[in-house]
C-alpha cells in the first residue's frame, strides 16, 4: 500500500484545515498568548476553524478534542465543561443582499 | 445521460419523483425529477464532486444531505454559496461548480427579489421535525399561533428517512415506520387553522435588543422573503449534526455521514455507492447496512472500535442473519482514491485501543459511511442566550433546562435532539413537553393541557428507565435547573 498518496485529515472541511495545520496553530496560539490567554475562542481565531460555512457544526468537536489533548500535553487540564464559544448570525449562508436596502434613501 | 444511480426496485418503497425536468450543471445538460434537490439529481447522474476546496484543491462531496455541512455548496443561477442538497430543482436552472481559484468577485447574473415580513406569533418553533411537529400540535391545541420554521423544502426532519417500524408504545407511534410518522404529524399540523409551516425558511439568527428572530426563506429562483418575527415564545427544535472522524482522505467524495447516504437511499431512491464500508455497529450503523442491502448495495464491513455492538438486538440480528461482516475492535487508518473514495484500510485494536501490529486489511469500496455519533445543533440557542454545558453523555453542548424544557433563556424552550442526542420518540415527547408548557406559560388551554404535559412526562420517565437510558439519564440530571419562579 506504500505507492498509495496518503491524504491528509481534514479537521475544517470548510476552511480547508488539516490536522497539522490545527496543532501548528495551537502551538502559535500558545507562542503569542501564552497558556492563559489560550482560551477555546482563541483557538478559533488562530486555527480558523468553526469560522467558515458551516459555522463548526462540522468541526468543533473534532477541534476541542485537539485542543484539551493540546492543552493536557502543555499539563494544563481542562474540562470540556468549560469551553464557551460564540455562534455568529447569519447562522446560515444566505445572500448577503437579503439584508442591504435598495438605496441610500431606504436607510 | 450515461449513468443513473436511481433505484428503481425496492422491496420496500417507491418513490414519487415527479415529473422530469432539466437543468444545466457546468454547461451539460442533467435530466432529473421534479421531487428531487438540486444534490441528489447530481448524485443520480454520477457526480460526486460538488466543489473545490479553498486553500487544498481537494475535491469534496455532500456529507450531510440534510443543510448543515458546507461541502455541497455551489452557484445557482448565479447565486454563490447555494446548499444544494436542500434546494429543490427547478427546469432550466443553472448550476455550476464554484471554483474559488478562478471565480472572480461574485456577480449575479440577475437581482435577487426580496420581500421583506415583520410578524408576531405566540409560539415560534426553529425545526420542523418530530420535535417541532409535536410541539406545534400541542401549543396549537390551547389555542396559540404557531410558526414552524424548517430549512428543508420536505418537513418531517429526519423522520422522512427512517424506513424501520419503531419501538415504544401506541402514544410514540411504535410500529409504524419513521417516514409514516412524519405524515401523521404533517398532518395533524395542517389541520390547524393557527400553524404557519414555513419549510424552506432558514433561522439566520436571534436580535436580543429588537426581540426579533430572523429567517431568509428561498421562495424560488432569486426570490426571498426575509422573516423578521416576534415570538412571545420561542422552542428550538434544530435537531442534530452527524459526526466525524479525524483520518487520512476524511474528506473524499464517497465519505458520508450514514443519514446523508440514508436521505439519498430513502428518501430520493438513489443509490449513494455500489460496495461501501460502515464506521460505527450502533443502531444506526446496523440500521443503515440493512436499508443499503436493501437498496441492493454491497454492504462489505460494519466495524466499530468497541468490543460490543451498542445496537438493539433486533437490528444487529437482522444484519448478522444476512451475513454481513460485522468487525468489532476494528477502526479505519485511511482512505484511499484519486479524487473519490477507492479503498479503505481497517485495523484491529487491543483492549487498550493499540493497533494490533500486521493487522491491517484493505477493502475496496467507494463509500464510507460515518455512523459514529451526532451532536446537538445548539447555534440558535447560543444566539438566544441559554446557558450551556458540555455533557458527553448527551452529544455535547447543550442547554441547561427546566423539566419542563424551558432553558435558562426566559421563555425560550428546547425539544429533541437538540436538548441531547436520544431518539424519535423520546423527541416526539419533548416537543409535547415544550409545546404545552410554553402555551400553558401564556395563560393558554386548560386542564386538558396539563394532562397532555403530565402523560408525556410520565412516558418519558417510563421510556428513560431501560437500562440502555442510564447513561443519558445522568447527562440530562447534569443539565437539570430547579423550575423557575
Not at chain 2, 436493501?294 to 451498542?310: E, F, H, N, R, S
Request: aromatic share 8%.
Amino acid at each position: 500500500m506504500s505507492e498509495k498518496k496518503l491524504h491528509p485529515a481534514i479537521i475544517c472541511r470548510c476552511l480547508d484545515r488539516t490536522q497539522e495545520d490545527m496543532i501548528g496553530a495551537f502551538h502559535m496560539m500558545i507562542d503569542f498568548l501564552g497558556i492563559d490567554g489560550a482560551d477555546i475562542n482563541a483557538f478559533r481565531r488562530f486555527s480558523w476553524g468553526t469560522t467558515g460555512f458551516c459555522q463548526g457544526r462540522g468541526c468543533l468537536a473534532l477541534m476541542q478534542r485537539i485542543y484539551v489533548n493540546e492543552m493536557r500535553k502543555l499539563d494544563v487540564r481542562i474540562s470540556p465543561d468549560e469551553l464557551k464559544y460564540k455562534a455568529r448570525s447569519p447562522a446560515q449562508p444566505v445572500p448577503l443582499g437579503i439584508f442591504a436596502k435598495n438605496n441610500l434613501e431606504e436607510v | 445521460m450515461s449513468v443513473d444511480r436511481r433505484i428503481w426496485e425496492h422491496p420496500v418503497l417507491t418513490w414519487d419523483r415527479g415529473e422530469p425536468v432539466k437543468f444545466t450543471f457546468d454547461g451539460k445538460g442533467v435530466v432529473a425529477y421534479k421531487n428531487e434537490t438540486i444534490a441528489a439529481a447530481l448524485y443520480a447522474a454520477g457526480i460526486m464532486s460538488f466543489t473545490q476546496s479553498s486553500i487544498l484543491h481537494r475535491p469534496r462531496g455532500p456529507f450531510c444531505m440534510i443543510g448543515k455541512c458546507s461541502q455541497c455548496l455551489m452557484r445557482v443561477n448565479g447565486i454563490p454559496h447555494v446548499r444544494t442538497c436542500i434546494t429543490p430543482v427547478e427546469e432550466g436552472m443553472v448550476v455550476e461548480t464554484e471554483n474559488p481559484h478562478e471565480s472572480e468577485f461574485p456577480t449575479p447574473v440577475s437581482s435577487l427579489e426580496v420581500e421583506r415580513k415583520t410578524l408576531s406569533y405566540d409560539v415560534i418553533i426553529v425545526g420542523a421535525g418530530p420535535a417541532g411537529l409535536s410541539a406545534a400540535i400541542s401549543a396549537a391545541k390551547a389555542g396559540a399561533k404557531v410558526a414552524v420554521l424548517d430549512q428543508s423544502p420536505y418537513p418531517g426532519g429526519q423522520l422522512v428517512k427512517q424506513t424501520h417500524k419503531f419501538f415504544g408504545t401506541k402514544e410514540s407511534h411504535a410500529g409504524t415506520r419513521g417516514v409514516d410518522i412524519a405524515d401523521v404529524l404533517l398532518s395533524e399540523v395542517r389541520d390547524h387553522e393557527n400553524v404557519d409551516l414555513y419549510p424552506m425558511a432558514q433561522a439566520v439568527g436571534y436580535y436580543a435588543p429588537e426581540g426579533m428572530l430572523t429567517a431568509v426563506r428561498t421562495d424560488g429562483v432569486n426570490r426571498y422573503t426575509l422573516l423578521m418575527m416576534k415570538g412571545r415564545r420561542y422552542i428550538v427544535a434544530t435537531g442534530a449534526m452527524e459526526r466525524t472522524l479525524a483520518f487520512p482522505g476524511n474528506d473524499l467524495p464517497g465519505v458520508m455521514g450514514a443519514g446523508a447516504a440514508q436521505t439519498l437511499m430513502n428518501v430520493f431512491g438513489i443509490r449513494p455507492a455500489d460496495e461501501v464500508l460502515i464506521i460505527g455497529a450502533g443502531n444506526v450503523g446496523v440500521i443503515i447496512a440493512y436499508q443499503a442491502a436493501q437498496a441492493g448495495i454491497k454492504v462489505k464491513a460494519v466495524i466499530d472500535i468497541l468490543p460490543k455492538t451498542g445496537a438493539y438486538l433486533v437490528h444487529a440480528a437482522k444484519i448478522r442473519r444476512m451475513r454481513m461482516p460485522i468487525l468489532l475492535r476494528h477502526t479505519i487508518k485511511a482512505v484511499y482514491g484519486d479524487g473519490k473514495v477507492e479503498s479503505a484500510e481497517i485495523y484491529e485494536v487491543d483492549e487498550n485501543f493499540r493497533p494490533v501490529p500486521g493487522s491491517e486489511k484493505e477493502i475496496r469500496v467507494d463509500g464510507i459511511w460515518l455512523a459514529v455519533g451526532l451532536t446537538p445543533s445548539v447555534e440558535m440557542l447560543e444566539k438566544f442566550g441559554a446557558r450551556m454545558k458540555f455533557v458527553p453523555e448527551l452529544g455535547g453542548y447543550v442547554p441547561y433546562r427546566t423539566q419542563y424544557l424551558e432553558t435558562s433563556a426566559p421563555g425560550v424552550y428546547v425539544a429533541g435532539d437538540a436538548s441531547g442526542i436520544e431518539e424519535a420518540s423520546t423527541a416526539i415527547m419533548e416537543g409535547r413537553i415544550a409545546g404545552t408548557s410554553a402555551a400553558s406559560s401564556l395563560g393558554l388551554g386548560g386542564d386538558e393541557l396539563e394532562e397532555e404535559r403530565r402523560q408525556a412526562m410520565e412516558w418519558l420517565d417510563l421510556f428513560r428507565e431501560s437500562p440502555d437510558y442510564k447513561r443519558i439519564k445522568q447527562g440530562i440530571q447534569k443539565v437539570l435547573m430547579g423550575e423557575r419562579v
